[in-house]
C-alpha cells in the first residue's frame, strides 16, 4: 500500500527539522505575544466558499470536499484563516480581548497536481493579528514572517507588496480591466479567457507569456485607489523602510483569496519556479463580519512548510540525538532489576536503548558501537548472580564493575562527562 498522490510521510529521520521549524515560530512569536491555536481540519463546506469566494482556484477546483453519513457537506480545510476567524467568532475571543494574536501550524489540503513544493497535503505556518486596522500591524507581521525565515537562515528572500484597495475599488477596476481585456480575449491563455467572466483580477497573476504581454497596457488597479487606500499604503511602505526592509511594489500581486484588502504581499525565494513562493499574505478587514462576527480588521500570512523545508533544509544542521547508554541483556534473560536502572537513566535524564534482540554480548555490543553509544550497561548472568553490573565504555574499551547499590551514585559522577 501507498500512501495517497500527493501526500507525504514525514519519517524519523525528517522530523526533527519540523521540530526546528515549530520550535523556532513558537520562541519569536511567544515573545511577541502571539498564543497558539489548533483548529479542526474539517469544517463545513460553507466557511470557505464564503470566506475564500467561490469563484477562486482554491473554491473552485482544490477543495477536498464530501458528504458524510448524515449528508452534511463537509471540506478539508485548505487554508488556515477562515478556521480561525470561525473559530474567533463562535468562541467569542473578541469578548476577552480587543486584539487577539494567534499563529497556528498544520496540515491543509489541496486537490492540485503534485509537484515539487506542491503537494495535496500540505502544512502551512501561519499568524494572524486579529482587531487592529494599523498599517503598523501589516508591518509587524511581514517583519515576523522575515524574522522566522532569517532564524531559520534564509537569508535570500524578495518580499513584494502591493495595494488591492476594498471591495468597492476593486469592483470598479475590474469593469475596466474587463473592458480592456474582452478587447484581447482571443490571445488570452485559456485559463485567463475562464477568469474574464468569473475572476478576472487573478488574470493579473497570469504566468503565460502572451498574457504577460497584453496586461502590460492594461489598467491599473492604483489608478482605482482611494485616498484612504494610499494613505494606508503608504504609511505600510514607510514603515518598512524605516525597520530597512528591502521590498518590491509588485502592482500585478493579487493573491488567490477574496477576502483581503488594502495590502497584500509575498515573500519568494529567487528560484525561478512557479512554486517560489514561500509566505503569501495581507489584510483582512471584512472576513470576519462577513463570517457572522463583529467588524475586526486583521492581517496575517501563511508560510508553506514544505516549501520552507526545501529552502532551508541544507542550511541547517541538527545535531541528532542519540542513544549515550545501551543497556544490553544477552541471550534476553530479563530480570526486574532493569527498570532500577532504567529510573536511574531517567532521573539524571541520559538517553538510552535496551537491547532486547536477545542476541549474544558480542552482536549487541557491536550494535551500540554502529549506533554510537559511548556506554554498555551489560546485565547478564554473572551480574545477576552477584548483583553488579558491568559499564564498558565504548571509546576506551574500560570496563568496570558496579553493584547494584552503588549505580546512581556512579551515574551522578559521570552525567556530565557522558553528555558532552
Ligand atoms: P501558489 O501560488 O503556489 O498556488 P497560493 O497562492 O495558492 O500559492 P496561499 O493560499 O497563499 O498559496 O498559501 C500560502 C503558502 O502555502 C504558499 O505561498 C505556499 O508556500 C504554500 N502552499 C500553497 N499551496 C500549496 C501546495 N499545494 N503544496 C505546498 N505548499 C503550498
Ligand atoms: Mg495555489
Request: with cysteine; proline share 3%; net charge positive.
Given at each position: 500500500?501507498?500512501?495517497?498522490?500527493?501526500?507525504?510521510?514525514?519519517?524519523?529521520?525528517?522530523?526533527?527539522?519540523?521540530?526546528?521549524?515549530?520550535?523556532?515560530?513558537?520562541?519569536?512569536?511567544?515573545?511577541?505575544?502571539?498564543?497558539?491555536?489548533?483548529?479542526?481540519?474539517?469544517?463545513?463546506?460553507?466557511?470557505?466558499?464564503?470566506?475564500?469566494?467561490?469563484?477562486?482556484?482554491?473554491?473552485?477546483?482544490?477543495?477536498?470536499?464530501?458528504?458524510?453519513?448524515?449528508?452534511?457537506?463537509?471540506?478539508?480545510?485548505?487554508?488556515?484563516?477562515?478556521?480561525?476567524?470561525?473559530?474567533?467568532?463562535?468562541?467569542?475571543?473578541?469578548?476577552?480581548?480587543?486584539?487577539?494574536?494567534?499563529?497556528?501550524?498544520?496540515?491543509?489540503?489541496?486537490?492540485?497536481?503534485?509537484?515539487?513544493?506542491?503537494?495535496?497535503?500540505?502544512?502551512?505556518?501561519?499568524?494572524?493579528?486579529?482587531?487592529?486596522?494599523?498599517?503598523?500591524?501589516?508591518?509587524?507581521?511581514?517583519?515576523?514572517?522575515?524574522?522566522?525565515?532569517?532564524?531559520?537562515?534564509?537569508?535570500?528572500?524578495?518580499?513584494?507588496?502591493?495595494?488591492?484597495?476594498?471591495?468597492?475599488?476593486?469592483?470598479?477596476?475590474?469593469?475596466?480591466?474587463?473592458?480592456?481585456?474582452?478587447?484581447?480575449?482571443?490571445?488570452?491563455?485559456?485559463?485567463?479567457?475562464?477568469?474574464?467572466?468569473?475572476?478576472?483580477?487573478?488574470?493579473?497573476?497570469?504566468?503565460?507569456?502572451?498574457?504577460?504581454?497584453?496586461?502590460?497596457?492594461?489598467?491599473?488597479?492604483?489608478?482605482?485607489?482611494?485616498?484612504?487606500?494610499?494613505?494606508?499604503?503608504?504609511?505600510?511602505?514607510?514603515?518598512?523602510?524605516?525597520?530597512?526592509?528591502?521590498?518590491?511594489?509588485?502592482?500585478?500581486?493579487?493573491?488567490?483569496?477574496?477576502?483581503?484588502?488594502y495590502t497584500a504581499f509575498e515573500l519568494k525565494t529567487n528560484e525561478k519556479s512557479n512554486q517560489n513562493t514561500l509566505c503569501g499574505g495581507g489584510?483582512?478587514?471584512?472576513?470576519?463580519?462577513?463570517?457572522?462576527?463583529?467588524?475586526?480588521?486583521?492581517?496575517?500570512?501563511?508560510?508553506?512548510?514544505?516549501?520552507?523545508?526545501?529552502?532551508?533544509?541544507?542550511?541547517?544542521?541538527?545535531?541528532?540525538?542519540?542513544?549515550?547508554?545501551?543497556?544490553?541483556?544477552?541471550?534476553?534473560?530479563?530480570?526486574?532489576?532493569?527498570?532500577?536502572?532504567?529510573?536511574?537513566?531517567?532521573?539524571?535524564?541520559?538517553?538510552?536503548?535496551?537491547?532486547?534482540?536477545?542476541?549474544?554480548?558480542?552482536?549487541?555490543?557491536?550494535?551500540?558501537?554502529?549506533?554510537?553509544?559511548?556506554?554498555?550497561?551489560?546485565?547478564?548472568?554473572?551480574?545477576?548472580?552477584?548483583?553488579?553490573?558491568?559499564?564498558?565504555?565504548?571509546?576506551?574499551?574500560?570496563?568496570?564493575?558496579?553493584?547494584?547499590?552503588?549505580?546512581?551514585?556512579?551515574?551522578?559522577?559521570?552525567?556530565?562527562?557522558?553528555?558532552?
Amino acid at each position: 500500500m501507498q500512501a495517497l498522490r500527493g501526500t507525504k510521510d514525514i519519517l524519523p529521520h525528517e522530523i526533527m527539522i519540523w521540530q526546528h521549524i515549530y520550535d523556532t515560530a513558537k520562541e519569536i512569536l511567544t515573545l511577541h505575544n502571539y498564543s497558539e491555536i489548533r483548529t479542526p481540519i474539517i469544517e463545513n463546506n460553507e466557511l470557505f466558499e464564503r470566506s475564500i469566494g467561490n469563484y477562486t482556484d482554491i473554491v473552485n477546483k482544490e477543495m477536498y470536499s464530501f458528504r458524510d453519513q448524515n449528508n452534511r457537506y463537509l471540506t478539508l480545510r485548505p487554508e488556515g484563516t477562515a478556521s480561525v476567524a470561525r473559530a474567533f467568532i463562535s468562541n467569542k475571543l473578541y469578548l476577552e480581548n480587543k486584539v487577539n494574536k494567534l499563529w497556528y501550524l498544520g496540515p491543509m489540503f489541496r486537490y492540485e497536481r503534485p509537484q515539487k513544493g506542491r503537494q495535496r497535503q500540505f502544512h502551512q505556518l501561519g499568524i494572524e493579528y486579529i482587531g487592529c486596522e494599523q498599517p503598523i500591524s501589516d508591518v509587524e507581521v511581514i517583519r515576523l514572517a522575515i524574522k522566522i525565515l532569517k532564524r531559520l537562515r534564509l537569508t535570500e528572500y524578495i518580499l513584494e507588496i502591493n495595494s488591492i484597495g476594498n471591495t468597492k475599488e476593486r469592483s470598479q477596476y475590474t469593469i475596466k480591466l474587463k473592458d480592456y481585456l474582452n478587447i484581447y480575449k482571443h490571445d488570452l491563455d485559456v485559463d485567463s479567457q475562464n477568469r474574464l467572466d468569473t475572476n478576472p483580477l487573478r488574470i493579473l497573476d497570469s504566468k503565460n507569456q502572451k498574457t504577460k504581454e497584453i496586461l502590460i497596457n492594461a489598467p491599473k488597479l492604483k489608478q482605482f485607489l482611494d485616498k484612504k487606500s494610499i494613505k494606508h499604503f503608504n504609511e505600510v511602505c514607510k514603515h518598512l523602510s524605516y525597520l530597512n526592509i528591502k521590498y518590491t511594489i509588485n502592482e500585478q500581486l493579487v493573491r488567490g483569496l477574496d477576502y483581503y484588502n488594502y495590502t497584500a504581499f509575498e515573500l519568494k525565494t529567487n528560484e525561478k519556479s512557479n512554486q517560489n513562493t514561500l509566505c503569501g499574505g495581507g489584510r483582512y478587514d471584512q472576513l470576519i463580519n462577513q463570517l457572522g462576527g463583529p467588524s475586526t480588521p486583521s492581517v496575517g500570512w501563511a508560510i508553506g512548510v514544505e516549501r520552507l523545508l526545501l529552502a532551508v533544509k541544507d542550511q541547517i544542521k541538527l545535531k541528532t540525538i542519540r542513544n549515550i547508554i545501551h543497556i544490553l541483556i544477552p541471550g534476553n534473560k530479563i530480570h526486574l532489576k532493569v527498570w532500577d536502572i532504567i529510573k536511574i537513566l531517567e532521573e539524571y535524564k541520559i538517553n538510552f536503548e535496551v537491547d532486547l534482540s536477545g542476541s549474544n554480548l558480542n552482536k549487541q555490543i557491536k550494535k551500540a558501537y554502529i549506533s554510537k553509544a559511548k556506554i554498555c550497561l551489560i546485565i547478564g548472568e554473572n551480574e545477576l548472580k552477584d548483583e553488579y553490573i558491568t559499564i564498558k565504555w565504548l571509546e576506551t574499551k574500560i570496563q568496570q564493575k558496579i553493584k547494584f547499590h552503588q549505580l546512581r551514585k556512579y551515574f551522578k559522577y559521570i552525567k556530565k562527562e557522558i553528555k558532552t
